[in-house]
């Protein structure tokens, strides 16, 4: 439905015949750049990384799996494929994604 940022979309999920919900979902085991970031060299991957999110999304064939409760308020963690790629995969391909470290505070450019 729409990219909040390169590891985070919202999607309309279809839990159950005939119903349906629409839910934030965060792409597991990776972190991309933020959109909010006050670096602007860290908002510019930012705004790859959501592009190159939004095109694989557009393609269809989305499947999630292994959905777990997020520990922010409302989001999901899922691995998420598009036509049984994943999509951590391809992001960290295009180096637009890096493995998940919580608190990891290291920057995503280099100064």
Same mark, same amino acid.
């Given at each position: 439905m729409r990219v909040i940022d390169g590891d985070t979309f919202e999607a309309?999920?279809?839990v159950w015949p005939g119903v349906e919900m629409v839910i934030?979902?965060?792409v597991n085991a990776i972190d991309t750049p933020e959109l909010r970031a006050r670096d602007l060299c860290e908002r510019t991957a930012a705004k790859v990384a959501a592009r190159l999110t939004g095109e694989a999304l557009?393609? #269809?064939? $989305?499947?999630?799996?292994n959905v777990k409760? #997020?520990?922010f308020g409302g989001?999901? $963690?899922a691995d998420v494929f598009i036509k049984g790629q994943s999509?951590?995969?391809i992001l960290t391909a295009a180096q $637009?994604?890096?493995?998940?470290?919580p608190n990891?505070?290291?920057k995503w450019c280099n100064l």
């Open positions: 309309r999920a279809f934030k979902v965060r557009k393609g #269809g064939g $989305v499947t999630i799996d409760q #997020g520990s989001r999901f $963690v999509l951590a995969d $637009v994604a890096r493995p998940y470290k990891n505070k290291n």
